[in-house]
């Protein structure tokens, strides 16, 4: 397995009215390793992750997985094999949960019985007891439940690279931190190379090493997980300043 699992090499992405939403970004994602990306809305966080996956291609520059530059690869057949979950998780809605979790797998050509034992295993690594979810439809289960579902659907071909764009954003905070807690377990036995999207800076800290900033289609800061609450970057301080803007407000206010 190389080092580095991802790199982007002055990747650069404008729109066709030539607004720069990615300005010439040069990284390396070490295989394996989980980085969180944070940032304001419209900073070119999600464009930044589909470049990785072709859904984005750059106007200029080259992005790499496992060493190899993705457009020696058909768009089709590189996306099944990456991992890609987002908020709305996509399920199809008139496929039981077994089939939504075993697409990639059906497309792929694997017989059937393999199809069914992968899907429940794979329900049973996310936390969804198969006997009772595998026959159930999409809008049979709660929003978690479909969360852990979208998870499960990413991993199905064993991927080695799992991109994650706000998959938790739309769950109440505590079944989010369950969802948290299920994605570090299967990080600590899969060991995936993880690029997650994110505006919770608890979850950047507590599921990634490194945490990229970016701002305006530029990386702001590149800083190990433990670096950031205290970093005098300037970008740095005033994200976290409005993170904790409400711990200071709440400290203030008589009980
Ligand atoms: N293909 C495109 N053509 C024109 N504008 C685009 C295109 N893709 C994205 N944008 C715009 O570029 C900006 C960056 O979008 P992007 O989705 O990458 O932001 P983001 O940081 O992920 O934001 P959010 O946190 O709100 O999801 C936004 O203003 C968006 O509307």
């Known amino acids: 397995m190389p080092d580095a699992a991802i790199e982007f090499r002055d990747v650069t ?29 419209g900073s070119g966080k999600t464009t930044l992750l589909r470049t990785v996956n072709r859904m984005v291609e750059p106007t200029s520059g080259e992005v790499l997985v496992e060493g190899k530059p ?25 496929f039981k949960i077994e089939r939504n979790i075993g697409t990639v797998l059906e497309l792929a050509g694997k017989p059937k019985s393999e199809i ?26 709660s929003g978690g439940q479909r969360q852990r579902v979208g998870l499960a659907r990413a ?5 080695p690279v799992l991109l994650m764009d706000e998959p938790f954003g739309a769950l109440d905070p ?61 970008q740095v301080s005033a994200y976290t300043k409005a993170v904790h803007r409400g711990d200071e407000s709440a400290a203030g206010q008589p009980r």
Not at 70 to 94: C, K, N, W
Not at 117 to 129: A, C, F, N
């Open 155 to 159: 991993l199905a071909a064993d991927p």
């Open 174 to 234: 505590l079944t989010r931190a369950e969802m948290q807690d299920v994605l570090r377990e299967l990080m600590a036995g899969l060991k995936k190379t993880i690029l997650l999207v994110t505006h919770d800076l608890d979850e950047a800290m507590y599921l990634a090493s490194r945490i990229l900033l970016i701002e305006d289609g530029r990386v702001a800061a590149d800083l190990e997980s433990g670096e950031f609450l205290n970093s005098k970057i300037p």
């Open 116 to 141: 069914e034992d992968r899907s429940r295993q794979l329900m049973q690594m996310v936390g969804l007891d198969a006997g009772k979810f595998a026959g159930r439809y999409p809008h049979q289960l």
């Open 13 to 41: 992405f404008k729109t066709p009215q030539n607004r720069v939403l990615l300005d010439k970004i040069n990284l390396t994602i070490s295989s394996g390793s989980t980085v969180a990306i944070l940032g304001r809305s």
């Open 70 to 94: 993705i457009t020696a690869s058909d768009p089709v057949m590189l996306r099944r094999g990456i991992g890609y979950v987002v908020q709305e998780t996509g399920l199809f809605p008139h």
